[in-house]
């Protein structure tokens, strides 16, 4: 088995945890389907990657609040997010609901390969807009 570079094609990184250790995809997979699990994304930005029936999406959500930048919480009752600092909500797939926050949450390629997640820019279209999004 080798690891593919830590900068693979298109800005890809490897997530890893928040000490910097690999993650592999089949310790996210075995976490129930629903889960919001936090890793470490690009630039080290918390992301978040959601478990579904057939593996891991391949939208990843920044935990990055777009108000004034606060990390939060899944909640995993009220299907939201929820920023403590401010009381901003977002919706499963990182939408505004009541703010303050003006812009829905950043979003990345989530790709696993070998049991690697690979994380890269999301630079196409925004599926909740239908615009180019607003980080590109
Ligand atoms: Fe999240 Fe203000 S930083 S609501």
């Known amino acids: 088995f080798i690891l593919p570079s830590e900068k693979g094609e298109g ?3 490897i997530a890893k945890d928040v000490l910097g250790n690999l993650i592999p995809a089949s310790q996210i997979l075995a976490e129930p389907v629903g889960t919001r699990a936090l890793v470490a994304g690009l630039a080290g930005e918390p992301t978040y990657l959601t478990i579904q029936k057939d593996g891991i999406d ?3 959500i920044v935990d990055n609040c777009t108000h004034l930048g606060c990390t939060f ?3 995993g009752t009220d299907q939201e997010f929820q920023c403590p600092c401010h009381g901003s909500r977002y919706s ?3 939408s ?3 703010g303050p926050a003006p812009l829905p949450l950043k979003l990345v390629n ?4 070998d049991n690697v997640i690979l994380i ?3 630079t196409e279209i925004d599926p909740r ?3 180019t999004p607003w980080w590109v």
Request: glycine residues 16%; hydrophobic residues 45%.
């Open 11 to 13: 800005g890809a990184i």
């Open 58 to 60: 391949r939208i990843g």
């Open 73 to 75: 919480p899944w909640n």
């Open 92 to 94: 499963a797939d990182g």
């Open 96 to 98: 505004v609901l009541p």
């Open 110 to 113: 989530v790709v696993v390969k």
């Open 120 to 122: 890269s820019p999301w």
């Open 129 to 131: 807009t239908g615009e």
